[in-house]
Every structure is written in C-alpha cells, then in structure tokens.
C-alpha cells in the first residue's frame, strides 16, 4: 500500500496534518499507517548518533513537545549536543553544517564535530556572542568580549560562545626578534600596560603566545655588523636610539661595527639598507655629494674628494658622483685634459698658486697622472690631432668665435678655448663630392670626365670637422666664393681645392642631353676644352619645311691663367653650354630662313658654317667664334644628321627611296634569273655525261663480280677440310703471338715499376737534402740579423745618450761631492792645497756618510 510507511529502528519521520498543518515527530521501530490528512514530509532519517569527544549544534531547538501540537522552539538560539542516547530531531530544528539533512542527503557526518583540543603552549581564542557566566573560570562574559584558553586542554564548547581560532605560538630563534602591536589596550605578557596600536619588540628567545589583543606584525632577523657593512637607518617617532642618542622622526644615521657587532631593530627605526664599504684603491678617487660634517648635517650642494688608498661608508643623503669610483685620468705625451672652474679656488701648480675663477677653462699636458678637485669639472679628454700633408682641421675660438683653418703636416693639439668646427655644406655640394664633381642622368657623356676626381674618404663619409677638399681634373677651373671677405679665387687643375672656413664651391648648373635641357648637369668644375658640344636644333627653310638638324660644335676657352680677371671672367656666363646653344642655333635659324628646302639639301654644310662663323672665301677655312662675354671660342661645326620634322615629307622622302630601292631590286632579280637559266643548261649537260659514265662502271663491276663468284665456287668445292686445317692453324699461330705479347709487356711493367721507387727515392732525398740547406740558412741568417740589431741597439743607445751624456754620468759621483764641498765653503781650501784635492772629496764622502748612519 502507498500509505503504508515502515520506519525501522533508530529512525524517525516527520508527518504533516493537513487539516491542522501540525507536523509531528515519530520514532521507529513501527509500521505506520499513513491516513488521507497526513502526508510523510521528512524520513525515514537515521537518528543522530555523537561520537565520545565530538558535538554537534542544533539550531531553533524545541522549548517543549506535545504529540499532536505545534512545537515551541527557541527561534534563533542554538544548543550543543554532546556524546549521549541517539536523538531525532524536532520540527523546525536543523543541523549546523548539515542542512540538507532532512531533505535530500540524509548524511548527518558533516555537522558532527571534534572537540578542539588545545595543546600546550597554544591557545583558543574566543568571543562571546551572548551575556553570559563563565562558570569555570568564575567571570561574567558580556557579548563581544574576547579571551583565550591555554593549553593543553580540551575544550567543551557553549552554544553562547563563538570559536575565532586556534593560536599558535611565534618562535623566536636566535638572532631573532618579533615586533607585536595592540589591537587595543592591554597588558602584555611581561606585565606592562600597552595602548591601542603600540609597537613593542620581542627578543627572548623562545615560543611566544600572542594575547587576546596582540598580533604579530613581523619576525625579523637581527643584522650582523661586520667592517665592511653598515645600516642605514631612519626614525619614524622621536625616540631614543641604542646608541643612547635623541633621535627626531624623520633623521636619519648610519650604524657600523664600531657603535655595535650586531643589531636586532627598535621600534620607531627602520633599516632603510644595508650600506657597504666603499673602497677607493690606488690611482682611483671618490667625489662624495651632500658630505656629512662631523656634527651628522648633510651639506647639501657640497661635494668632498677621497683619492686613495682609503674607505669610507656612504652616510645618509650622501652619495658618489656618477655612483661609482672613478679612476685617475692617466695621460699619455699625446693627451691633454680641458678643465673648467665650477667655484672660485687657489690652484697649486709647479710650485706657483694660481687663482682660478668661475667659468675658467684650461689645459692639463700629458705625460701624468691627474685627479681633479672637487671645484673642478673635466670638460673633454683631448688627444693630438694628426694631420698629413694634404689634411687640415677647421678650428673655432670659443672667446672670440673665429674659425680658422690648421693644415698639416703635424700634430695639432686644440687648446682649453678651442673647439673642432663643423663644416657644413649643402646638400647638393655634398652629392656632387661623392660623385666626383658631376651630377645628372647616366646618358650625359661628361659625366665620365669626373670619376677621376672620385675620393673613397668621402664617399664613405665626410668628417665634417675635417677640411674639404676636391681633386680638381687636368684641364679644368673651379671657382671658390669665400662668403665672409665676399670676393672669389679661381683655381685650374689638377690641383687640389681646399676650402676655407668660410668658402665655397661656384656649382655650374650647365644644360645636358639632346636636345639641351637647362640644368641637367651639375658640376663642380668648368672644362677648359679643347671640347664638343652636341644639340639638335629645329630650322624652317624658305619654302616652309622644317628640319631637325643634330650638330657638333667644337669649343674651348680663352684664358689666361696669370691674370685674376681673366680666370674670373670664365665663370661670368653661369649656363655656358645653353648659352652656346641658344646663339649658334639663333643663327643658323636666321640663315635656313633664308634658303629653301633644295638649296639646303645640297649646300647645308657650307650655308650653316657661313651662319655660325660668317661669310668666307671658297677654298679658305672657316674661322672661329668667340663671345666676348665669358671668352668662349667655337672653333668648328660638324654636321651629324639631317631629318624633315614633318611626318609627310618624312613619309614621302621615306616612300621615294623605297621605290629606288625596289627598281635597283628588280632589276638584280632579273640579271640572277638569266644568270640561274644558263647555270642550269650546262648542269643538265654535266648530268647526262656522268650517267653515261656512270653505266660504263656498272658494266665492268658486274664483270667482276660474276669472276668472284666462280671463285667462291671452286673454293666451296675444294672441302671443309681443307678450312678446318687452315683455321686451326692460325688459331694456333694468333695464341702463340698473345702469348708473347704478354710476357713483353709484364717485362716492361717491372721496368717501368722499378724505375718509377727508383726516381721518387732520388726526388725524396734531394728535397731533404735541399729543406735542410734552407734550413740551416735561415738560421744562419736569423744569427746575423740578431747580432745586426743588437749591435745597431747599442749604437743607436750610446746616439741617443750621446757621448757628453754617458762623461756626465761617469762623472756624476764626483761632481755632486765636489758642489758639496763647495757648498761647506771648503772651495778656497780646495784652491790653495796642492796636495791633494781627492783627499778633500773623500773627506766630503766621509762626512756624508757619517750623517747617513746617525
């Protein structure tokens, strides 16, 4: 049956009265018997079963029961069970931690608990959630309130009391310490009273149990001073530091093994780092900002020198320029430091004092050693600036600001108020001394001329601090504009063009191609000629046709190189080349203007030199032209190519010379037709000749053949016999042969063999023989050239020393004993005893070394 419900033992179910909604608890074992009002709402659920040392908590429990009415529970409160008889559970009541218990689960092991057991030197802490009296420990606990069990101990735990958790204890190793804040007023386990946030340090050590208002903020360990360390501390509170000195929040200082070996923190101190030694060896130094005086006060914007040997800790706010050591600067012969004063100071030099003011720049020379002060800044290293023959530095006065130009050769050393100018040049200049001088498109014949003017330094890129050059080609001018004195120098080549601080290149912007094109070339340097230019021109002759013309023109310049205005008077015409064009080919348009198209196809020469150069006598050569502007001389006219610009008279001049052509064709075809007919009847003449002899042959080979056959005949006939024996007997004959073909050839084999070990034995020992020949003379050699140059190295030491040198050192001992006397006033004894001044000398050796000895 469905109504039927079997609750076995140990076990309960919840019933629902739906007339009265009162749900009642029963307990197995029974069969019950479920009527129409009554509905199962819970179960059949294991009773709840607490093991020996556990508990459970049981929330809304029930006030009072009374089968068949409403249960009265304690809303909100909860009680805790403890190991006892299994127990059901009320309506309305419900596990902690097993909330589903009821329902769906009906697994009650996750609310049952372990006692908490305390162990020794450990603690529970715990709140109290409701007023009530702590009965073992005989207080009145009020809700809120805070304390904590100490171990060992098990703990029974109150339905009024909340477990915040088990405390363990901070061990304090050696070279430890803990620093503990209250979270409120307390007292701590010392006996001393602390305030609500108090920092305090813990060094015993041990375990230590923090109380009910203490936490831990950190465990730290105590730092070892050794000589090389140091700390770096700093004060968060006025306070009293170990050292037994005042300290106010916000100082700072610096801990070193001298004060104490070992530091283990106070409260109101932080370690900010950990500073180490700082060793300046020998030949180094230390510039130390914001040095500490001896009263601890930061000199802020001071600086202090420390050259070594010596060490030092860094102080707080202190610290090394550059945040290193620094090494001495070491120079050479060939090095030089510049310097600036930064502060007014007395310098001492070479015995002498020299007042240096703010803003001063000098020269330190090597060979030393140097080490600046503090009022001193090292501006720039400086080595000597070699220069050859041909190169040259450009050099700026930073006091007065003039640039000047220092060709070697030698070696240049920049003084303390000189600097290396930067050249600049423009873009275009730049690009045209890479290239060699020349700038356009790849169809521009000159353009070849300026590849010998190429220089590899400046195509792999110019120092601008170094001077410019430009290898000037052989027949050529450039012009050089200097910008500051406003006049300009012509130079012819080859030579080399070295600019000035303050010049320049004249770049030509000259008209290239054909026809010209007005600054398709860009060029450095001017050519003197003898030279061509090429252009085509557009004329119209009288008649209206219109002619492309291509010419030459021979040119060169008129120049006097000795005469300033003369060389100038070149580079008057920017465009010369356009220049030229224009002109002769203004003139020859005016004179084809005056010819027709017939005329000047015949005498085109003639009439276009008769323009360019003017009328002359037949027979006479043309003269030259020469403009006066820029003293170009057009010394001939070569006439290239003539062509119609019309398409039509183009077309028609194109058609008459294809039909002369065919004419001039036709006729050869028909002269190679007849020629081919005749050749053709004598080779059919020659052809039936040579079948008639051809058949004749026939004839007579066919005769021989049948002859050979009866010959095969009779041989056929003759028997096998007489084959077989032949046969066998030049098998016989060939194998013999072979057989003496072989041994011949083994013969000469051996020969070969052994003459071959023979001639490479020969060649071995001749090489040996020949490598030690070398050998030994080469170490004969070695000899001679080790005894040449011991022998030129104490020649060339007694040159250097000189003889005078090597007498003064011989007599160098005597000499200072012969000043010392001098200098006891023992030079007139010296002068009037003829016995013996060596006596006297030695005496002078006598009496210094006695005072050597005391």
């Not at 360390?229 to 700072?252: I, K, N, P, Y």
């Not at 275009?428 to 590899?456: C, H, N, V, W």
């Not at 009037?832 to 006695?850: E, Q, R, W």
Request: charged share 25%; aromatic share 6%.
């Amino acid at each position: 049956m469905r109504n039927l419900t079997q609750i076995p033992p140990l076990q309960f179910v919840h019933i629902l009265d739906l007339n009265t909604t009162v749900v009642r608890l029963i307990e197995g074992p029974q069969t019950l018997l479920l009527q129409t009002n009554e509905r199962l709402v819970a179960g059949p659920v294991p009773m709840i079963t607490v093991p020996l040392g556990h508990y459970c908590v049981v929330h809304n429990p029930i006030k009072e029961y009374v089968h068949g009415e409403k249960c009265d529970l304690y809303l909100g409160q909860k009680i805790i069970k403890f190991h006892e008889e299994p127990f059901a559970l009320y309506p309305g009541e419900w596990l902690a931690g097993a909330e589903n218990f009821l329902k769906e689960s009906h697994d009650f092991r996750d609310a049952i608990k372990p006692m908490p057991v305390i162990k020794a030197n450990c603690a529970l802490r715990l709140v109290a959630d409701l007023d009530h009296h702590d009965s073992e420990n005989k207080v009145e606990r009020k809700a809120g309130d805070k304390w904590q069990l100490v171990g060992p101990i098990t703990y029974k735990p109150r339905a009024e009391v909340t477990i915040e958790g088990l405390i363990s204890p901070t061990v304090i190793k050696a070279g430890q310490v803990i620093k503990m804040r209250a979270t409120q007023d307390t007292v701590d386990m010392n006996g001393r009273f602390r305030v609500t946030g108090e920092e305090w340090l813990v060094k015993k050590p041990g375990e230590y149990l923090p109380g009910v208002f203490e936490e831990v903020v950190s465990v730290n360990s105590s730092y070892t001073i050794t000589p090389h360390t140091a700390l770096h501390l700093r004060a968060t509170m006025t306070l009293t530091d170990v050292m037994g000195s005042q300290r106010h929040a916000g100082e700072e200082w610096l801990l070193t093994s001298d004060m104490t070996p070992e530091y283990l923190g106070q409260v109101g101190v932080d370690v900010v780092k950990v500073v180490k030694l700082t060793v300046v060896k020998k030949g180094q130094y230390a510039v130390i900002l914001n040095p500490v005086d001896e009263k601890g006060k930061a000199q802020l914007g001071q600086k202090a020198l420390q050259v070594g040997l010596c060490s030092f800790f860094l102080h707080p706010y202190e610290s090394l320029d550059k945040n290193t050591v620094q090494n001495a600067r070491i120079l050479s012969e060939q090095e030089s430091l510049v310097l600036q004063a930064i502060n007014n100071f007395t310098e001492a030099f070479d015995g002498k004092k020299i007042k240096r003011k703010t803003g001063d720049r000098w020269l330190i020379n090597g060979p030393c050693s140097y080490i600046p002060p503090v009022e001193v800044e090292i501006i720039k290293q400086r080595s000597n600036i070699p220069l050859n023959k041909n190169d040259g530095i450009y050099v700026q006065n930073l006091q007065s600001g003039k640039v000047r130009l220092v060709m070697g050769p030698c070696a240049y050393r920049l003084t303390a108020n000189e600097e290396l100018w930067v050249k600049e040049l423009s873009k275009e200049t730049e690009e045209l001394l890479s290239l060699g001088g020349g700038m356009g498109t790849g169809d521009i014949r000159k353009l070849a001329y300026f590849e010998q003017s190429i220089d590899p330094n400046v195509v792999k890129g110019r120092d601008k601090t170094k001077v410019v050059t430009y290898r000037c080609p052989s027949n050529t001018a450039v012009q050089v504009n200097n910008y500051q004195k406003k006049t300009a120098r012509v130079l012819f080549g080859p030579d080399l063009v070295v600019l000035g601080p303050h010049e320049n290149f004249n770049v030509l912007r000259l008209s290239a191609g054909k026809p010209k094109v007005k600054g398709a070339l860009k060029s450095l340097c001017l050519m003197l000629g003898p030279d061509f230019i090429t252009d085509i021109i557009e004329v119209e002759t009288s008649d209206h046709a219109r002619l492309r013309i291509q010419l030459s023109f021979n040119n060169y310049f008129e120049v006097d190189k000795t005469d300033e205005a003369s060389a100038k008077k070149i580079f008057s015409v920017p465009d010369f080349i356009g220049f030229a064009c224009r002109q002769l080919g203004s003139r020859i348009r005016a004179r084809v203007a005056l010819t027709t198209f017939d005329e000047f196809h015949r005498y085109s020469a003639p009439i276009i030199q008769a323009a360019v150069f003017g009328p002359h006598e037949a027979g006479e050569p043309a003269g030259v032209l020469k403009f006066d502007s820029n003293n170009l001389v057009i010394s001939g006219v070569d006439v290239q190519s003539i062509e119609p610009v019309d398409v039509k008279m183009r077309d028609s001049l194109s058609k008459s010379v294809q039909l002369a052509i065919e004419i001039a064709t036709k006729s050869i075809e028909a002269a190679a037709s007849h020629e081919a007919a005749r050749e053709e009847q004598i080779a059919r003449g020659q052809l039936e000749r040579q079948k008639l002899v051809t058949e004749k042959d026939s004839e007579r080979e066919r005769t021989k053949l049948y002859e050979l056959k009866a010959q095969a005949a009779a041989v056929e006939s003759s028997g096998q016999a007489k084959a077989e024996a032949q046969a066998q007997a030049e098998k016989l004959l060939i194998e013999s042969q072979s057989h003496i073909e072989v041994a011949r050839l083994e013969a000469e084999a051996t020969n070969i063999e052994h003459n071959s070990q023979l001639l490479s034995q020969v060649m071995l020992q001749k090489s040996e023989i020949d490598y030690n020949r070398k050998m030994i003379a080469m170490e004969i050699e070695k000899k001679k050239k080790f005894a040449a140059l011991e022998v030129n190295k104490f020649r060339e030491m007694v040159k250097a020393l000189s003889p005078a040198t090597i007498v003064a050192m011989a007599n160098a001992g005597p000499q200072n004993q012969l000043n010392l006397l001098q200098g006891l006033g023992l030079e007139s004894v010296l002068l009037t005893d003829g016995n013996s001044p060596i006596n006297l000398i030695n005496t002078a050796a006598g009496l210094v070394g006695s005072n050597q000895k005391e």
